[in-house]
Structures are given as structure tokens and as C-alpha cells.
């Protein structure tokens, strides 16, 4: 089958790999037909992860069943399902508890529990921006989609991660109607962090970025967008709310964080958030900061320290919840809400491509060169 294949740091290609197939009686095979590039995939396509040369890559997967083990009993070959990107188990002690994120199963090797499609330090799995994908425990890791979804594929395909994380940031938050939120990063994930707020009744929502095209997206859906190149966004956020602060904040940037002139500092947004948010505010960490191999990479993240000002973030009696999402436990409210109306994710998307486009794909999203927010792949075209 076509995969992309991670080469190396900064390349990908579209490759010839053996077929994805059914490996063990719980497993699910899919037909992929649409799979997004996200931006935590840019952690290892720009080298930043032990992610090995070979493997294939892409956890925001959707497709048709075309196949089934025989412990296989609710999904059908022919269902159209969404594939949220953590692959869990359903029994496990976190499992049990709607924490699949840390699923304590599917990723026994690593010491990190969780795992993921065709991602670093995750588990073995390959990633579907392929044309077919093994799905470990498909009963529990197939969300199976309404009827409409042949028709609506770009909405749909946004519940396997990159909606649900914004969700999630807006609950880890505690966004509660008539709220402020203050939002760092327009990327994908930021600005559905965003888009969850106000559909959460935030009275008003701040969104952080240089990028004028994602800040234009965050307008678009009712946002104030704040532009980091011209001031202090700290300033600008304390200027709109008189002095106090956002009552909630949610970083969506992650240890990739860099200030306007281009000097990555990964502890930034982190600092400002506290400082933009009001005293006894609650701030959701999504953006990913992954302990590193101390023997290896980049002195910066070695273990995944940031320098946090703990003094300022004590006194005002904030809080701080962070980690990845556990998908599933919003899926089913989130694909309600698309499949009555109530919600069109994908306003998100810049570009729909086929599969052998992805290493021009990735090279203009990895350089968030204007215009491309969110890519959306389409295998088996
Ligand atoms: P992205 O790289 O496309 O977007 C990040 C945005 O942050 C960019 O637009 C960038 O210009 C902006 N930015 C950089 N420095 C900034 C600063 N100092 N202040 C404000 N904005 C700044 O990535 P994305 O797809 O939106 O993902 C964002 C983060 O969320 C990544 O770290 C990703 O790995 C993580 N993520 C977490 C989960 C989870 O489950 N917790 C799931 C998906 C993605
Ligand atoms: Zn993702």
C-alpha cells in the first residue's frame, strides 16, 4: 500500500510499505479515505522525537471497514468510522475510568502510558496517511459514524484529535458561560480550542498568534485576535479586561513556543499564560511538552523541563491541568452536534490533498507559511 513515510528530520516520502492487515482476532481493518496532517506530527517530521525512519505517520484517521477479526462483533465491514488517535483498550484501571489517553494496555513498553497512530514513543502502530490501517481493539476504537459521513468527511475526520483536544482545553479550563478565555496559538488546535469556548457561551474569546491568516481564521468564527508581534500580548489581554485578566486561558502552542523575532523559548507561553490570566483562573495546558531521552537531542527539552514562574502562578491561586485527550470521552456529544447542525469543524480546513502531495504538504504547513492552517489528505482518491 501508499504510505508517508518518515525519511528524516524535515522529510517525508510517499512510499510503497506492506499492507496494513489484521493481526490479532480484536483488530479492525480500514480503508482510509481521509487523514489529516496535524501539527503534533510536526514534533517529529522536524526531528524533535525518537520517532524511527520507516514508520508511517498520521493519527487523525477516517475510512470504511473493509475488514474484521472474528472477536469483532459491533463494528461491520462497510461502517463509516472516525478513529480517535489514542488506541486504548476499554478495560484496563484508566481505560475503566474514560481516562483512554493513558490507556495502561496498548503501550506497555515506553514507561509513558498511552499510545497513538503512528507516533513517537506511542506504541508500534502505524499511522494512516496510508491507504489502509490496522485498528487495534476496534469494538472500543472505532467511533462509527451516521450516514452522512461519505458526505461530510472534513467535518467528521476533525473528532479523531484536533476537535476534541480543543474541547478538552476548554473543559481542563473550566469554561463556564459568560467567561473570558484567553487562547495562545491559532494553530488547529487553538483556534478549535477557540471554537469550543464560545460554543461553551464564553462571553468573549482572546486568540494569540503572529500569523495573520490564523488570527483572520479566529475572526472569522467571532474571536478577538491578538497579534504577539505588535505588543505584549500579556499587555493587550490585561487591556481588554480591565486589568484583571482572563477568567480562563488555554495553551495551545507547546514546547515549540518562540517569541516574535523567531527565538524558540518553550517556557513562554506558559509564563504569559499565568500572567494573562485573573487570580484563582484556571489554566489547560494541551500543547505538548514530552520528557526527553536525557542521552540525547536538544539540551533545551532534556526531560521536558520549562522554567515556570511558580511564584506568580502560586500567589494568584491559579490551577493547572494539562496532558493529552482522551477522545472518546467527547466523541459522541461532538459528533452529535456536527450531525444535527449544531457545529461545522471543518472552517478549519485550508487544503484537501491527495496522498502524494504530503511532502509539499508538510514542508508548507511545517513552515506555517500563509494560507495553510490545516491540511487534510485524501488516500485511495
Ligand atoms: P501548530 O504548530 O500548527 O500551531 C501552533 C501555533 O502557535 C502556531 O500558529 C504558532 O505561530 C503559534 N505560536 C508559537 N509561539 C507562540 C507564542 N509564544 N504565543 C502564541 N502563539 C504562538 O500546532 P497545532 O496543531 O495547533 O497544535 C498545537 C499544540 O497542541 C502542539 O504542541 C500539539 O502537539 C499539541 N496537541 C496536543 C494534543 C493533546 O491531546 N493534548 C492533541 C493534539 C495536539
Ligand atoms: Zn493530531
Redesign the pocket.
Known sequence: MKAVVYEGPRKVSVTTVPDARIERHTDVLVRVTTSNI???D??MYEGRTSFEPGRVLGHENLGEVVEIGDAVDRVKVGDMVCLP?NISCGFCANCEQGLT?FCLTTNPKSGLAGAAYGYADMGPYNGGQAELLRVPYGDFNCLVLPEDARERQTDYVMLA??W??GW??SVLACVQPGDTVVV?????????AAYSALLRNASGVMV????PD?LRKAEEIGAIAID?SRSS?VEQVLELTQGMGADRGCE?????????KGAE?PN??LN?LVRSVKFTGNIA?????VPRDPGGGDKLYQRGEVAIDYGTFWSKGQTMS????N?KNYNRQLCSLIHEGGARPSWIVSQELDLDDAPEAYEH?DA?EEGW??VVLHPNK
Do not use: E
Open positions: 496535524c501539527g503534533s510536526l514534533h488517535f489517553a484529535d484536533v476534541p483536544t478538552h482545553a495562545y496559538g491559532a494553530g488547529p488546535v487553538g483556534l478549535m494569540i498568534d503572529h500569523h490564523r504577539d500580548p495551545c502552542v507547546g514546547f515549540q513556543a518562540h517569541d516574535p523559548r513562554m507561553t504569559d495546558v494541551v500543547g505538548l511538552f494539562t496532558g493529552q485527550c477522545v504547513f506555517r492552517t490545516k
